[in-house]
């Protein structure tokens, strides 16, 4: 289905190509180009166009907002994309989640200005709030302000102005670092959702053995982000000792040495913790 998806006549021909949507913009964009680069997803683009054929494998890229990518994907429009928990969520669209990314990580959070008299999200009942999630908002107000929810209006971006100019009482909105939301005189109340950026997929895809062959690359690719290959020496009765310090995601790679009373280990160590590894590691 999928590939009956047209462009100008100068762009790729996209006949029996899976369809991939990539984010083309904002925050997700340049963590995912970086994921297709490790991937070997390498691609050629040409200016000004927004689709740009793969050269290592046969499918075509499509460059679109995140935020639409899901309804795309749920549609069947495109195959393949990256974009966010979040805006997957608030589309609401029956996609296959297929990886989980470790960028873009965010919280949607009902918001409100600091000098509010609104401490928890029961307190905007009856009042106004607004955000770029109406779908996820209102929903979370009907849960938690059954009687009188606050009404929820929609704007497209610059969401955390919308108090300080008399547009609402509150805001739902993403926090990051927290640094947009404390400079505009907010604080969180509430939050809705944990989101970062994903993997989907349509469920009726043409391409499923394509589309397991690309999962299986960027599972491999964010992992590789995750860990760290630590390679060294020691007397082959600290090896169990060694073992309990990093065992490795299933078990360390061994390989015999001249010294038969020694051993080179090959082992995957998390990248957050490589410092206090390698230290302990030391005193074995």
């Not at 890229?61 to 935020?67: E, G, R, S, T």
């Not at 401490?119 to 770029?132: A, F, M, W």
């Not at 704007?155 to 927290?178: K, N």
């Not at 950026?197 to 589309?211: G, Q, R, Y």
Request: charged share 25%.
């Amino acid at each position: 289905m999928a590939g009956s998806f047209s462009f100008a006549k100068e762009s790729e021909n996209l006949d029996g190509k899976l369809l991939f949507a990539v984010p083309k913009k904002g925050r997700l964009y340049e963590p995912s180009i970086s994921l297709l680069q490790m991937c070997d997803l390498k691609y050629r683009r040409k200016h000004r166009l927004d689709v740009a054929g793969c050269l290592t494998l046969d499918v075509a890229f499509v460059f679109l907002p995140a935020a639409d990518i899901p309804l795309y994907v749920g549609q069947g429009r495109v195959d393949l994309g990256i974009t966010g928990q979040d805006v997957t969520a608030e589309a609401d669209v029956d996609v296959d989640e297929l990886v989980q990314l470790d960028f873009g990580k965010c919280k949607l959070c009902v918001q409100v200005p600091v000098s509010s008299d609104c401490h928890k999200p029961e307190d905007l009942t009856g009042k106004r709030v607004i955000t770029s999630f109406p779908s996820l908002a209102r929903k979370y107000f009907q849960q938690h302000c059954p009687s009188n929810p606050p009404t929820v209006n929609y704007v497209s971006g610059s969401v955390e102005v919308a108090c300080s100019l008399g547009l609402g009482d509150g805001i739902v909105d993403l926090v990051e670092s927290g640094d947009t939301m404390r400079a505009a005189g907010l604080h969180a109340i509430g939050e809705i959702l944990t989101s970062q950026a994903v993997l989907i997929a349509n469920k009726s895809s043409d391409f499923p053995e394509l589309i397991q062959t690309i999962r299986s690359r960027v599972e491999g690719a964010t992992i590789a982000k995750r860990y760290v290959m630590v390679e060294y020496n020691l007397l082959r009765d600290n090896l169990p000792a060694a073992k309990e310090v990093a065992p490795g995601m299933r078990a360390p790679t061994l390989a015999p040495l001249e010294d038969k009373d020694w051993v080179a280990v090959k082992v995957m160590v998390s990248g957050n913790k490589i410092g206090n590894t390698l230290d302990r590691l030391k005193g074995r």
